[in-house]
C-alpha cells in the first residue's frame, strides 16, 4: 500500500500530465492558426481589406487593426467616426478609442479634439507611456508632441445637421444606428496566433461635452486576452459600461462557451438586468477566439458585422434577442 508521500507525488503528476493534455486539446498550435479579421458594420469590410494586406502577408495583428480603422476614422462620410463624426451639443467633434493587444498592453484616448486618429494615439499611449488613458487637453498635447497634427474633423454635413437639431436643442440621444451606423471595432488574429483589437467612435451625435461611452474603456467596449479570446461592442455605451461587456464576453468564452454563445449569454445578461429601460437601444457584440472562431449578437435586428479570411470576404448578419 502507498505511502501518503508517494500517493501525493503520483496525484501531483496525474494532475499535471492531465492538465497539460487539456490544454493541447483546447488550444491549437499557433503556428496552425489561420489568419482572420472581423469588424463591427457594413464599412468593416473596406476596413477590413487594409487590415487583410497586413494579416496575408504574415504580419502583425496590432499593425493590422490600426491599419484596418484608420480607413473609416478617415472617411468624411462616415458620421460616427473620426472625421466627418456628429459633432456634441456645443458643435464640438470629440473621438474615443482604444487598442489592445495579446499581453493585455493597452491605450487609450477620450474626449479627443482636432486629431484625425485617435487610434494611431492611443497605440502611442500604450508604447510610450506608462499609463492607459489620455483624455481632452492632455489627451491631445501628448499626440501634437508625438507630430500628430490638428484639423477641423467638423464637415460641412455634419455642421449642417447638427445646426438643424439646434432649431429644437431637445436633448434626447437617439442611437447613431438608425441612420448611419455607429462604432467599429475590429478584431484580428494573425498567422502567429496573436490575437489583437480596436475600437474608435466620434461617441453619440449630439451629446452633452465631456460625454464618454464605452469605446475608449479598456473591458467595456473592448477587451483581449492572447490565451482566450477578444470582443468589442457597438451601440450605446451606457449599456456596456454597466456589465462591463466586452470582458464579460471574453470571461464567458473563458468558461468554455464558444464565441457565438458567449455574446448571447451576455446579452441575455444585460436584458435581464435592464429590461425595458433598453427600449429602442441598439446593443451589439463581435467576439474572436484564439482559434479563429467568431460569434455575434445584438438586442435589435439590423446590426452586422465584416469578415475577411483566406477563404471570403463578406458581410454578415447576427442574430439578435428581440422581435
Known amino acids: 500500500m502507498p505511502t501518503r508521500k508517494e500517493f ?11 492538465s497539460f493534455e487539456g490544454l493541447g486539446a483546447a488550444m491549437p498550435s499557433r503556428n496552425s492558426r489561420k489568419p482572420v479579421v472581423v469588424s463591427t458594420w457594413n464599412f ?8 487583410w494586406n497586413i494579416l496575408k502577408n504574415g504580419g502583425y495583428a496590432l499593425d493590422a487593426v490600426e491599419a484596418g480603422v484608420r480607413i473609416p476614422e478617415a472617411d468624411p462620410k462616415i458620421t460616427s467616426v473620426g472625421y466627418g463624426g456628429y459633432p456634441d451639443r456645443d458643435g464640438r467633434v470629440t473621438l474615443d478609442a482604444c487598442i489592445m493587444d495579446e499581453n493585455l498592453n493597452c ?5 479627443l479634439e482636432n486629431i484625425m486618429h485617435p487610434s494611431s494615439v492611443s497605440r502611442l499611449v500604450m508604447e510610450k507611456t506608462p499609463h492607459v488613458m489620455l483624455v481632452g487637453e492632455g489627451a491631445k498635447k501628448f ?11 467638423l464637415t460641412e454635413e455634419a455642421e449642417a445637421e447638427w445646426k438643424a437639431w439646434l432649431k429644437n436643442s431637445k436633448y434626447n440621444p437617439v442611437p447613431n444606428w438608425e441612420k448611419n451606423h455607429d462604432t467599429i471595432g475590429m478584431l484580428a488574429l494573425d498567422a502567429q496566433g496573436r490575437l489583437c483589437g480596436l475600437c474608435t ?3 453619440q451625435a449630439w451629446k452633452m461635452h465631456g460625454r464618454v461611452g464605452d469605446s475608449p474603456i479598456i473591458g467595456a467596449g473592448l477587451y483581449v486576452d492572447g490565451e482566450v479570446g477578444a470582443a468589442t461592442c457597438s451601440g450605446l455605451g451606457e449599456e456596456m459600461i454597466r456589465i462591463a461587456a466586452a470582458h464579460s464576453v471574453v470571461e464567458a468564452m ?3 462557451t464558444s464565441p457565438q454563445k458567449a455574446c448571447e449569454i451576455v446579452m441575455k445578461r444585460l436584458y435581464r438586468k435592464r429590461g425595458d429601460k433598453l427600449k429602442n437601444t441598439q446593443v451589439a457584440f463581435l467576439a474572436l477566439d484564439v482559434q479563429g472562431r467568431v460569434g455575434a449578437f445584438s438586442l435589435l435586428q439590423g446590426f452586422e458585422y465584416a469578415q475577411q479570411n483566406t477563404d471570403s470576404q463578406k458581410l454578415i448578419k447576427s442574430g439578435y434577442l428581440l422581435t
Request: aromatic share 2%; proline share 0%.
Open 8 to 18: 501525493i507525488k503520483t496525484a501531483t503528476a496525474l494532475s499535471a500530465v492531465m
Open 44 to 51: 468593416g469590410i473596406q476596413a477590413n481589406e487594409s487590415a
Open 107 to 111: 491605450g487609450s484616448v477620450a474626449c
Open 143 to 153: 499626440a501634437t508632441d508625438q507630430g500628430f497634427k490638428e484639423e477641423n474633423l
Open 201 to 203: 467612435t466620434s461617441g
Open 254 to 256: 473563458r468558461a468554455g
